[in-house]
């Protein structure tokens, strides 16, 4: 739960949709506390409150866990420029089933060793058409 109201990030730092972040992503079983360890995140978008002074972010679940044909219906990025566009260190699913609404807050969104802010990159025009896909796709089930 964010109670320190200082910690919210700067407007100037929000992520664009699509864009990767690196998050402490909450356990399912604690939706408003940062998860203990910090993995990318996809943004899928972003409002502001109603004095516009603090964003919220929706984000989709990213893990290293890859069994490809378990997982049919997530976005799955392997590919070596894909990863470097993205700024993922290493192959990523993102559960797009598994999607929450958090504060744009330095307990959530962190930068990753390396970087200024906690957007690691974004997706590329592969990974865009695979998710749009993904999408119509999932629409039919």
Known sequence: MVTDLAGYLPLSTLPE??????????????????GPKSRPALVRSISLNRDQTKAIVEITYGTSQIRQSEFPNDLIIQNLRSLNE?????????????TITLPWHSSFFEAREGYKTPIIGSLDDQSRTQLEILKIARRRL
């Open 17 to 34: 949709s699509l864009a990767i972040v690196w998050c402490k992503f909450p356990l399912e079983e604690l939706p408003k506390v940062p």
């Open 86 to 98: 993205c700024g993922l260190p290493q192959a990523t699913r993102f559960r797009l089933d598994r």
